[in-house]
């Protein structure tokens, strides 16, 4: 069936040091790609999307690339901060395919 | 402006019961989600409401339900409780002004409900 598969599970990283988040797709027709952030007993909320007619969109330490072509995307973050741990969730086919989420894990 | 609004936070019920849970959107949000989410297993999507109508169902047996009233408030039902539907149950509304389910979720802070 159709599916998100979202890699790392889990992300270990040094403060300041970059991440980078990868969801492949299986749905053709899917054109919007959004990425949530939910922190520990928290909501998840968007942190940054992008449409099929945009291969890649920044938003200051945050960017997602899309790869329509190879249907997966991904989310970068750069000079990672302690405040950017959290559970990252990817989502296609119109938000109702949602990738299993990738722990980041930010090191002092 | 308010954001969405779950009720109850908690729920803890026996098997066999039945549950409803409530949301109220974002004022001006004509469109309700509900998703489940279980320790990794992360996001499954139940229904998409709009204008009273569902849109579309994810994969969940016919004991999970919902509906939406002319306000846009929604709620969801699960009868015939099971241990397994312990989860935190998240609604989430958005625009939805245009062609379907390409406008950002906003979520609730969700109903956690604990089926013994």
């Known amino acids: 069936g159709e599916n998100v598969e979202q890699h790392p599970s889990t992300l270990s990283v040094q403060e300041g040091d970059s991440a980078v988040i990868k969801c492949t797709y299986s749905?053709?027709?899917?054109?919007?790609f959004p990425w949530y952030k939910q922190e520990l007993g928290k909501r998840p909320q968007l942190i940054i999307d992008?449409?099929?007619n945009v291969g890649e969109k920044k938003d200051q330490r945050i960017a997602v690339t899309l790869n329509k072509t190879a249907k997966h995307f991904s989310l970068h973050i750069t000079e990672t901060q302690p405040e950017d741990s959290a559970v990252y969730f990817c989502?296609?086919?119109?938000?109702?395919?949602w990738g299993a989420g990738t722990k980041l894990i930010i090191k002092p | 402006k308010a954001g969405v609004t779950q009720t109850p936070r908690y729920l803890i019920k026996t098997r066999g019961q039945q549950v409803t849970l409530s949301c109220s959107p974002i004022?001006?949000?004509?469109?309700v989600s509900w998703y489940q989410q279980t320790p990794g297993q992360g996001l499954q999507f139940l229904f998409e409401y709009f204008s009273e109508t569902q849109r579309n169902k994810g994969n969940f047996p016919g004991r999970f339900s919902g509906r939406q009233f002319s306000n846009s408030r929604s709620e969801m039902n699960v009868s015939t409780l099971e241990l397994g539907d312990s989860a935190l149950y998240l609604c989430?509304?958005?625009?939805?002004?245009?062609?379907?389910?390409?406008?950002?979720?906003?979520f609730g802070n969700g109903t956690r409900l604990t089926v013994t």
């Open positions: 004022s001006g949000h004509r469109s």
């Open positions: 989502a296609a086919k119109g938000q109702l395919i």
């Open positions: 749905d053709s027709a899917s054109n919007y």
């Open positions: 992008i449409r099929s």
């Open positions: 989430a509304s958005s625009r939805l002004d245009r062609s379907s389910y390409n406008s950002p979720l906003h």
